[in-house]
């Protein structure tokens, strides 16, 4: 069983940055790639940002490519999600989920955090 727990959402202005984590527990964890979604109210689920298993593959939507970097430490069980140049359409609940495979479709994904809200005002 994997469990992930994401942190590092907040306020920030247009421009700003913030960088989450989400710290993985179970024994598969550093086996498994991640994905980083983001939903808005009144819309779907959307793909943000994946990396491989080890790190050596990472996937961006095209919305965020250029401004957000997605990275993990094995050491430290934690996948990273950097994200600079915030727009207020970057707001949503951000999620972190752990899969088989670095893609971007949600149901991929067999574990899944409890999400943690980004607002970008303007």
């Known amino acids: 069983q994997v469990q992930l727990v994401e942190s590092g959402g907040g306020l920030v202005q247009a421009g700003g940055s913030l960088r989450l984590s989400c710290v993985g527990s179970?024994?598969?964890?550093?086996?498994?790639?991640m994905g980083w979604f983001r939903q808005a109210p009144g819309k779907e689920r959307e793909f943000v940002a994946a990396i491989s298993q080890n790190g050596g593959s990472t996937d961006y939507a095209n919305s965020v490519k250029g401004r957000f970097a997605v990275s993990r430490d094995h050491t430290k069980r934690t996948v990273y999600l950097e994200m600079n140049s915030l727009k207020p359409e970057d707001t949503a609940v951000y999620y972190c989920?752990?899969?088989?495979?670095?893609?971007?479709?949600?149901?991929?994904?067999?574990?899944w955090g409890q999400g943690t809200q980004v607002t970008v005002s303007s």
């Open positions: 179970g024994r598969t964890f550093n086996w498994l790639a």
């Open positions: 989920a752990a899969g088989p495979r670095a893609v971007g479709m949600p149901s991929e994904y067999g574990y």
